[in-house]
């Protein structure tokens, strides 16, 4: 049963506003929500309120305020997000990394103490819209899922690094975790008793394994870092790098108190035009890309696709037609409309 | 038989100078390359100088000159390298860039048309012991070996994202292919008849194989993306995000002419110091790589270890009691000490 987008951003906004809210912040929340899931990232759009609105209810997620600057250069901020709630916090910092990075060629933005920041393909298309090239990488330092390569003991979240790619046609609109998988998907596969399509994890006593079970037993289990047991050092070492870009540049993580569940956030917009120019940019995205597509496929039938290409035709298609969302996020926000006293959105007939 | 480091790079710079290349850029190439080797990277140390020679003599590698500054905003520089040597470029790279990022926070250049660059890592202690964060990646546009995810075409270079990242003890010096393997080893297991550790590579009918030859016969195979058969889709982004920051930003790649063996460089180097301090970076760094040597080993006797760690300990030793050669190397150099009249460096007795 598909939904307006429209229809559910409403939904969303009125549940955050009915929490007590700023309403610009629902809005940002609400739109990047619905965005996840527009584009199909099922475990981190609409699937993420309940939660968010839990943290709204116990304070742990902050209302009203804005974040404090803990430094400022012309090409690199330093913010204490205050938990406030993450997608609000990013959207804010896209917007002064953009104006920076007219002039300065790039800005990055560090964020320290945001709340969570949801999926981050979402954000991706607002810069590559623009002709701007986005990094965006968090952590958590609240939690740890992940081993180091060679380890039982997780000391890292999954640490995932998007980036948005403006070419000559569709962006690349690349979010990679630096791990196996996310929690996300090892959290939902284990609730429903399936398995993984791959042995994306590690038991207690280091042995790999396609059941995601093992994160939820004793002793406890690890994600691999991607790359897994052959060549999990790479993710390893990316994991590594995306501590130090948030938690590093940030001061502020896990050699902190924990604060619970937030996001150390390292965003940085890179304009093409202060480099070789955005068509000379593009030219080049567009041949790679085009190049990749032409590949012939490994498997027939399975063509080539570039990242972010389904997820933005998916979007295209689903603002159209109405979100299709997964089975079990409706029923999870009811409670909080009755609770609330928000109308249910209609599906489309 | 070890030899000193010293003598190694006076027989590289004697080498380099007898092929007509200006004395500063013979310096700059023989200090990377012999630090690969101080490293353990044995195959991106003295094993490319045959390469490297081969290049000044023809002509390809330039021996005289200056970039060429196609854009200079205040922290985004780009330059055409007009195939001059590599590692000389990235050395001035890195001094242009540490002086910008203490005025501005960070700062980017972006390399065209750069000669080879040998080992990344050989560069990053240089950023992490000025207390600087470097990212550092490059690409090839020149040739390709590794295939997109679920393609049987290759597009890309095997495409390093490397980075120093200093902390209250060892630096993190993490330097990683975003393909399952690279070509000097491939090429070097080849040359051997050797295997490789796990199914890194494809053959040209889409069938995963740890078989080096798959990539020598027709159809022709490629290396696989990191993630491999059931997570290349990672590697295949992160492969493209790197495309994005050389080809992209330096408007110059794989869209144009080939111009032979080359690189497109991304530099950036981050001063923690404009964000939360230096300390405070360290503290978290610190941290978190504690966290991972003192995670208990999946397999006993084989201890955690960080990125850069086994080859900064190697590096100290090796100064200390002098370099072991991967055995191929000094062999394939002889030739060249004798047809330029340069005498062979001595084993220490």
Known sequence: ???????????????LDACGLDADKSRSVADILVQGDLMGHTTHGLALLPGYLTELESGAMRKHGEPAVLADHPAAVTWDGQRLPGPWLVLQAMELATQRARAQGTCTVVIRRSHHIACLAAYLKRATDQGLLMLLTCSDPNTASVAPFGGLDAVFTPNPIAAGIPTDGVPVLMDVSTSATTNGLTNRLHKEGRRLPAAWVMDGHGVASDDPAVLFKEPKGTILPLGGMDSGHKGYGLSLLVEALTGGLAGHGRADAKE??????????IDPRAFAGLDAFTRQTGHVTDACRASRAAEPGKPVRTPGEKGVALADQQTRQGVTLYPSILPALAPWAAKLGVSEPTAIS
Chains 1, 2 share one sequence.
């Open 260 to 269: 619970g569940w937030g996001a150390t956030v390292f965003l940085q917009i």
């Open 1 to 15: 049963m598909p939904y307006r987008p429209t229809d559910l951003v409403d939904y969303a906004r009125a549940l």
